[in-house]
T-cell receptor, first 114, second 115 residues
Framework: AQKVTQAQTEISVVEKEDVTLDCVYE???????LFWYKQPPSGELVFLIR??????QNEISGRYSWNFQKSTSSFNFTITASQVVDSAVYFC???????????FGKGTTLSVSS | DAGVTQSPTHLIKTRGQQVTLRCSPK?????VSWYQQALGQGPQFIFQ???????QRGNFPDRFSGHQFPNYSSELNVNALLLGDSALYLC??????????????FGEGSWLTVV
């Protein structure tokens, strides 16, 4: 079965703190794709990153970084020096084959206060 | 370059009525998928259209139907609305012709309230 678990329902931090959002996935496929999306109150899902299963390199984009570890089936997302504008719901998603649907976790609500 | 656009943004319907939601994919994309997101939940896959045909379907009843037009735009129709159909409906587009794990982009969604 394919499944994505985001164990953290809500996280609250103060501006400039670093925060890590956890994502654990389950799949029997050897080729799969992992995604992170940000959902502000407006509702739109904003694409942040896509990672292919055969590429375990970690990635950094500005204040955002992602740690992909196949050994633990995890794809964690870290925001460095968080800002109020980072407040949103963050979703991790799995696509187990090209062309198939995204399977989402339940999301983590991040609240950053000033 | 326009992203994924959806209409209407918000709508209120009565139980038993029918609703049609519309989506225009991102320029250059050929595949449209629809997702339902209930409050406090992650999006759930409804179905996917490619080359004007339904290619995949999630666990949704036949009351949910769709269509894709030659210009790749799509409609989602829901008949005999139930209170439980109240949700955010998200349209997603991608370029699937290459059959790789392409990036999927979402629109802002249509907020449906059934009363």
């Amino acid at each position: 079965a394919q499944k994505v678990t985001q164990a953290q329902t809500e996280i609250s931090v103060v501006e400039k703190e670093d925060v890590t959002l956890d994502c654990v996935y389950e799949t029997r496929d050897t080729t799969y794709y992992l995604f992170w999306y940000k959902q502000p109150p407006s509702g739109e899902l904003v694409f942040l990153i896509r990672r292919n299963s055969f590429d375990e390199q970690n990635e950094i984009s500005g204040r955002y970084s992602w740690n992909f570890q196949k050994s633990t089936s995890s794809f964690n997302f870290t925001i460095t020096a968080s800002q109020v504008v980072d407040s949103a719901v963050y979703f991790c998603a799995l696509r187990y084959q090209a062309g198939t649907a995204l399977i989402f976790g339940k999301g983590t609500t991040l609240s950053v206060s000033s | 370059d326009a992203g994924v656009t959806q209409s209407p943004t918000h709508l209120i319907k009565t139980r038993g009525q029918q609703v049609t939601l519309r989506c225009s994919p991102k320029s250059g994309h050929d595949t449209v998928s629809w997702y339902q997101q209930a409050l406090g939940q992650g999006p759930q896959f409804i179905f996917q259209y490619y080359e004007e045909e339904e290619r995949q379907r999630g666990n949704f009843p036949d009351r949910f139907s769709g269509h894709q037009f030659p210009n790749y735009s799509s409609e989602l129709n829901v008949n005999a609305l139930l209170l439980g159909d109240s949700a955010l409906y998200l349209c997603a587009s991608s370029l699937e012709a290459s059959r790789s794990g392409n990036t999927i982009y979402f629109g802002e969604g249509s907020w449906l309230t059934v009363v």
